[in-house]
């Protein structure tokens, strides 16, 4: 065998090695190409599904958010209403207190720091902050 013989059998031989790689290659490729198009088909089945569940989960999340909001707001306008009514009455205690001076009246003032303390609480959960009017609730 001369030289020229020898370099065109390793020649011949890596061409064919690289031949059968890309075959093997190609035949894989072709594998995860169908198993991607059965999973783009089922995705694609399923999908609309999952998008109608997600729609109707956030609707009703809405309605839920809406519903809190009215509730929210009802208590607070209810406990805006104690506390001015509270606020009289302690108006009321004050005058009371200086003038018979009976400890009894310490029940008023105590009653009026818990509508305080849900009136702000209210205020909080309505508007995510403390009302603006530091002296509101005073």
Same mark, same amino acid.
């Given at each position: 065998m001369t030289n020229m013989e020898?370099?065109?059998l390793i020649v011949s031989l890596a061409f064919f090695v690289i031949a059968g790689y890309a075959v093997w290659a190609l035949i894989q490729i072709r594998k995860t190409s169908l198993s991607v198009a059965k999973t783009l088909d089922s995705v694609n089945q399923s999908l609309p599904?999952?998008?109608k569940n997600l729609e109707e989960i956030t609707t009703r999340m809405n309605k839920v958010t809406n519903?809190?909001?009215r509730r929210v707001? *009802?208590?607070s306008s209810t406990f805006e209403k104690i506390n001015?009514?509270?606020s009289f009455y302690l108006g009321k205690e004050q005058l009371f207190r200086q003038q018979v001076g009976i400890p009894v009246a310490n029940v008023f003032r105590t009653y009026g720091a818990v509508v305080k303390g849900i009136s702000v609480f209210l *205020?909080?959960?309505?508007t995510g902050l403390p009302s603006g009017n530091p002296?509101?609730?005073r």
């Open positions: 020898i370099i065109l599904v999952i998008m519903t809190v909001e707001d *009802d208590f001015g009514a509270m *205020d909080y959960l309505k002296n509101r609730h």
